[in-house]
């Protein structure tokens, strides 16, 4: 038995297994690789909700399945931080759904919406579960380009969605939209998301809407929530995460909220599929949502001294970086002596010769080709090191790109 299976013949290739070979090989040779291609926060989580959880987890009672769709206090919790946070109200009953991550809650829902063939549309570039979570149900993908010259234009963004349309075959079920963005650090205003309610109303489409960086913000106003929109739980659907906002990333705790029907189609599939997170895991995690956000703010303050010691490096190494509004990530144009390239052998570039991982645009995406994604995941000492190892590549890039030259002939 030779050939492929089905759900993964429609993958493509994973852009980055080159370069985590190289970073690999790196570090079994005592290589120090400065790694930013990772989006995995290295920040400690904070100490109230680690003490709960050990707390919790010697109670043996706790030791035993939990609820699939989460325990009552956690959705209670997170019904509680929307109506603090956006002014949404939300029953915590039937309107949210706990989640092992967002990522694990987009899959999920993909499953339980998609069938063979239906179209959905996904930003590009992209989060790689945005598209390929509808993929990997059977369903088809309408890229939907997502920058301008590198930013976000909505009135673009709104003719593109307006072409898709009227071009897809069967018309869309859905779309995806994730604001602030990975890999682009992108954000939007509320103004977006009314006018994107109402051509989902007018198409009767879904809207699945990734807010995982909802708390990792440092200029102008916090980033919107769709639900803020009158009538968007009509048909939007949420999805949020501690793992940024309180640097909980291996505890796999999320949220799906909104509407009604989405969220019953949601848990269903999960009552399938799982039991919930460790009942342990979910009690500290309402301890986070509802004790003290103080250390909400020291993790946003660390990202952004990174961002800001990073923008200013790497611009007097002679790369510049536009500084990201949201996220813990940089959408980096590749330097022009390197552009002819494209973003995977650049990176490698700097892998190879820099000891500095990131990540190719072009993994999560064919519009993400001429960038590399940053993940402020190194502290400001290493990020500082990164420039000093990036000045020395962009110095003697003719004489990289002559010796790189030669290997490729």
């Known amino acids: 038995m030779t050939e492929e299976f089905y759900r993964i013949k429609r993958l493509p290739p994973y852009v980055f297994a080159e370069v985590n070979r190289l970073k690999a090989k790196a570090r079994a040779d ?6 930013f291609g990772m989006g995995n926060p290295d920040m400690d989580t904070p100490k109230h909700i680690v003490d709960k959880l050990i707390e919790t987890v010697q109670k043996p009672r706790t ?22 946070r956006f002014g949404v109200t939300l029953d915590p009953e039937t309107e949210i759904v706990a989640t092992l991550g967002s990522k694990e809650g987009l899959a999920n829902l993909a499953m339980a919406i998609t069938a063979p063939g239906d179209v959905m549309l996904a930003p590009n570039p992209s989060y790689p579960i945005h598209p390929y979570g509808f993929m990997i149900a059977g369903g088809a993908l309408r ?5 301008e010259d590198g930013r976000f234009d909505p009135e673009a963004y709104m003719r593109a969605l307006d072409r898709a349309v009227k071009h897809s075959v069967p018309n869309p079920i859905g779309m995806v939209v994730s604001f602030p963005s990975n890999p682009t650090a992108q954000v939007c205003d509320l103004d977006f998301y009314v006018e994107l309610v109402r051509f989902a109303r007018q198409h009767g489409m879904v809207i699945l809407s990734d807010l995982a960086y909802a708390e990792i913000y440092f200029d102008g106003n916090p980033p ?3 639900l803020q929109v009158e009538g968007a739980k009509d048909l939007a659907v949420e999805f949020t995460s501690l793992s940024k906002t309180y640097s909980m990333p291996g505890w796999r705790m999320g949220f799906a909220v909104g509407n009604e029907r989405l969220i019953s189609a949601l848990t269903r599939i999960k009552s399938y599929l799982d039991y919930g997170a460790f009942t342990p895991v979910q009690v500290a995690a309402t301890a986070a949502l509802n004790g003290p956000q103080d250390c909400v703010d020291e993790i946003r303050a660390t990202y952004k001294s990174r961002r800001d010691v990073l923008v200013d490096a790497m611009g007097r190494a002679g790369w510049d970086i536009p500084p990201p509004p949201a996220t813990m990530f940089a959408w980096a144009p590749v330097p022009e002596p390197f552009k002819p390239l494209g973003s995977m052998e650049f990176a490698k570039i700097l892998l190879t010769e820099a000891e500095v991982a990131v990540s190719p645009g072009v993994g999560f995406g064919e519009y993400g ?15 500082r090191q990164a420039a000093r190892n990036v000045k020395r590549v962009l110095g003697n890039a003719d004489e990289i790109l002559g010796r790189y030259s030669q290997l490729r002939t």
């Open 30 to 35: 005592h290589v120090d690789v400065i790694d």
């Open 369 to 383: 080709e001429g960038y590399v994604r940053i993940g402020l995941v190194e502290n400001e000492q290493r990020i």
């Open 224 to 226: 919107p929530s769709i």
């Open 143 to 147: 890229h939907i380009p997502a920058l």
């Open 63 to 84: 030791h035993r399945y939990s609820a699939s769709k989460g325990i009552p206090g956690l959705r209670k919790a997170q019904a509680v931080y929307y109506e603090r």
